[in-house]
């Protein structure tokens, strides 16, 4: 069954770094997504890509993130000057158009631990 | 405004009964969809149900289902013959409007813990 993978599954970084998390959607998948989990707390949306082009993006989103998607199989959500409050699992999630339900299929998550 | 209000910070239930877990929505916007979702403690998030707004019958997925009461904005998940696998959170969210385009809103949460 295809699936979304994520890599990697852990990542620690100092304070002030850059990060990247990749991911890599479903093949036949259009649309991407990047949301984050603080421990215990609800899913926060983060951007979505389409057509190679930011959608959406929330408040979160800050100027010090961006995705990429620089071949036709990878998504990257890079971090910049990551702070201690980057801290938090990152999904990333695909949906294909046309899909008649529209869910999104997740990743199994990056954790992100900023020290 | 919460787009998404989950109640129930955790609800317990035994083994093999049915649970009944909460969810209501805010959108004035006559499309959207209704998701539900399960993460178990390895982390990863599991698609459960999609119930759409123009659906006429509540969405039903094996030993899920959708109570879905449209006037009253309400998405109820609904699992029957509880099993000490389904302990786990459970997230409603909502897309809208409804287009393969639009970000999920998750709701907090609710946690689900199945006793023997």
Redesign the interface.
């Known amino acids: 069954e295809p699936e979304v993978t994520q890599t990697p599954s852990h990542q620690v970084t100092q304070m002030g770094q850059e990060v990247i998390l990749r991911c890599v959607p479903i093949s036949n998948h ?2 991407f ?1 990047w949301y984050r989990q603080i421990l215990g ?5 983060l951007v ?1 890509f ?1 057509n190679n082009e930011i ?2 993006k929330s408040e979160i989103f800050d100027d010090r993130f961006s995705v990429e998607r620089p071949d036709g199989s990878n998504f990257t959500l890079k971090i910049r000057s990551t702070k201690l409050e980057d801290s938090a ?1 990152y ?1 990333c ?1 695909s ?5 008649n ?9 990056s ?1 992100l631990t900023v020290l | 405004a919460q787009k998404i209000t989950q109640t129930q910070p955790g609800m317990f239930v035994q083994e093999k009964e049915a649970v009944t877990l909460d969810c209501t929505y805010d959108t004035s916007d006559p499309s959207y ?1 209704l ?1 539900w ?1 399960k993460q178990p403690s ?6 459960l149900i ?1 119930q ?1 707004s123009y659906d006429q019958q509540n969405a039903t997925e094996g030993r899920y289902s959708l109570n879905f009461q449209k006037a009253r904005k309400s998405a109820n998940l609904v699992i029957s013959a509880s099993q000490l696998g389904d302990s786990a959170m459970y ?1 409603c ?1 909502m ?1 809208e409007p ?12 609710t946690r689900l813990s199945v006793i023997a």
């Open positions: 259009l649309y997504y707390q609800k899913v926060e949306f979505s389409y959608s959406e699992m999904f999630a949906s294909e158009q046309g899909l339900t529209g869910e999104l299929f997740f990743g199994e998550g954790r | 969809g998701f979702y390895s982390g990863e998030m599991i698609f999609y759409g997230f969210a897309r409804y287009s393969g385009n639009t970000p999920l809103v998750f709701g907090k949460g």
